[in-house]
């Protein structure tokens, strides 16, 4: 499945449900719009994100040394943003991890299905805001990394 993306670049992920690799995890920059009044940014569904956005929310008042997210999702795609402030998003498999410090409101994480995250090293007054592709729905959730590792290894030996 291809959906259009930031500047005419092609989407990889999808669908939903199987496994991706950390290839398919990308910064997205999202349209700036500045002048001597100040910034706007946007995000638009299947523009910069190839899902449709069903629910937002935010991260904030993160006391120092806490991480946030430790889990990975069945089919839940996500866009996180840092709004202020800045975190790093550490997005693992069984195979590799990567890291990536957000520090910009004009700039994204894309996360698709079946990739674990952790949100950590949050600076004082950090908001991250966080775009999803489904309602919230508690089965979705792997949230112990063995039960995570088994289900993705079976899934790639099963040629998903």
């Not at 195979?95 to 299905?113: C, I, K, N």
């Not at 966080?130 to 040629?159: I, K, Q």
């Amino acid at each position: 499945m291809t959906h259009p993306g930031p500047r005419g670049t092609g989407w990889q992920g999808g669908p939903p449900g199987r496994t991706n690799s950390l290839d398919e995890v990308r910064l997205v920059d999202l349209p700036r719009f500045s002048d001597e009044r100040g910034s706007l940014s946007f995000v638009e569904s299947a523009r910069h994100v190839p899902f449709a956005i069903e629910r937002a929310f935010w991260i904030y008042d993160v006391p120092s040394g806490a991480t946030r997210a430790g889990h990975a999702h069945h089919v839940l795609q996500q866009l996180i943003i840092a709004m202020s402030g800045s975190f790093t998003v550490v997005t693992r498999t069984p195979h590799a991890e990567r890291r990536y410090r957000l520090f910009t409101p004009f700039q994204g994480l894309y996360v698709p299905p079946m990739i674990w995250r952790d949100i950590e090293d949050f600076s004082s007054g950090a908001v991250a805001l966080v775009f999803a592709s489904t309602a919230y729905d508690e089965t979705d959730y792997f949230e112990d990394f063995g039960e995570y590792r088994a289900t993705y290894l079976n899934a790639r030996s099963a040629g998903q």
